[in-house]
């Protein structure tokens, strides 16, 4: 099969799939709004509630308090698991499955749920119910978090406590070096530099074919030059103003919605937090902890944790390497050669100017190209001899605040 073809096939797929894809969502919220029009059967009771409390803070979704009735077949069956919250689709309708709810499907089912986000929230499901799956998750949880004990020492019952809302402690603003931390993403040089190559050499792809297929085979070098453009753009992360920052007091927890992937942390049973991986790895910050923090409002990142955890100097004492992007633009380099590299129109002799723009051309492309390993082995010491340091000084900190 000619590249062309091939160009041309994916350029036919791409919008059968992404048509099938629109008609699948268009199904799901058709199925929503019909749901979201049924008359309610009751109101959500305070301990469902506050059961719903865990399922609030690691979605960062608000529901109602409408409870409705569902039923149907459940999909992606093989995709539950034991974690906080399973996805699934109850007929054409997305719910969530929180803690062990995905253990009573059947073939067919009756749910009660409440409404978040574009999605249902499951209450009670055949013989579950979300209050009783609390419990038995804080048991489970006091349970694994027991010292051993021999079997004649152990007591029969464990006195379990559920997880408590935080406390808010007080409220302040970002001061300036935590507002340029949290803004301050320099646009990436390089991917500029590659963009820029990236357009020349399709702009040099031009002969006697039909301008659709001038356009299919220089397709791939737009490509590159759109994503270098889009992972070199400066970052902006919220607004320039300062934002709140809390002072928050509770006990940490950690859930785990997917095996693959990493918990998901709270501090107490109402807000969801973002630990540095750093912090995590020190030992310090432990499921079951009371830990006083300092959480900007906004996205629940910790900034602090007391008077020898700041977010802020550690970054200023420990700035990340970036080891992998000379490896991402040094792939984006090898496809703009292998698609630009071997135009007809930049190899043969066209004149004394485009002789001298494909001389740059080649120059500049190889020169980058061949500092990316440099590079990479620059940037990958000095990640290892940073981890070293960062490791050592968090080893050697006090516990934080309490």
């Known amino acids: 099969m000619s590249p062309a073809l091939a160009l041309v096939l994916v350029f036919l797929l791409a919008p059968m799939v992404l048509i099938a894809r629109a008609e699948w969502a268009s199904r799901r919220r058709r199925a929503f709004a019909e749901l ?24 960062g979704c608000a ?82 978090e027991a010292p051993f004990e021999p079997l004649v020492l152990r007591p029969r019952r464990h006195r379990v406590h559920s997880l408590a809302p935080s406390e808010v402690l007080g409220m302040r603003m970002e001061n300036a070096a935590e507002v340029r931390l949290r803004r301050h993403r320099p646009p990436r040089w390089t991917g500029l530099l590659v963009a820029l ?80 991986a750093e912090w995590l790895g020190s030992g310090h910050f432990v499921s079951g902890r009371c830990v006083r923090l300092d959480v900007r409002e906004s996205d629940g990142v910790v900034l602090g944790a007391g008077p020898h955890w700041s977010r802020v100097e550690d970054h200023h004492h420990y700035p990340p390497s970036g080891a992998l992007w000379p490896l991402a633009w040094l792939g984006m380099m090898l496809v703009v050669l292998l698609f630009g590299g071997t135009s007809p129109d930049l190899i043969s002799d066209a004149g004394a100017a485009r002789a001298d723009a494909w001389r740059l051309w080649w120059l500049l492309a ?36 309490h």
């Not at 940037?379 to 080893?395: S, W």
């Open 36 to 59: 979201r029009r049924q008359p309610p059967c009751r109101v959500l009771s305070d301990n469902e509630d506050a059961a719903l409390a865990v399922v609030r803070a690691l979605t």
């Open 63 to 144: 529901h109602d308090h409408q409870v409705r009735v569902v039923s149907g077949a459940f999909g992606n069956a093989s995709l539950f698991g034991a974690r906080a919250i399973n996805h699934a689709d109850l007929g054409e309708i997305p719910v969530l499955l929180p803690f062990d709810a995905w253990r009573h499907i059947a073939t067919d089912n009756h749910a009660e749920v409440v409404l978040a986000d574009g999605m249902a929230v499951v209450v009670r499901l055949n013989g579950f119910h979300i209050v009783g799956a609390q419990r038995r998750a804080d048991r489970a949880a006091a349970v694994e």
């Open 197 to 276: 190559l990236a357009l020349g050499a399709a702009a040099a792809l031009h002969d006697d074919s039909p301008f659709w297929l001038q356009l299919l085979l220089c397709s791939p070098l737009l490509a590159i030059a759109a994503l270098a453009l889009w992972l070199s753009r400066p970052r902006r992360r919220g607004p320039a103003v300062p934002q709140r920052v809390l002072q928050v007091r509770g006990r940490l927890a950690d859930f785990a919605l997917h095996p693959q992937h990493p918990p998901l942390w709270l501090i107490g049973s109402d807000r969801r937090i973002e630990l540095p």
């Open 366 to 401: 190889l020169a980058i190209t061949l500092w990316q390993p440099i590079g990479f082995l620059r940037r990958t010491r000095h990640a290892l001899r940073r981890t070293a340091r960062y490791t050592a000084a968090l080893a050697n900190r006090p516990p934080p605040a």
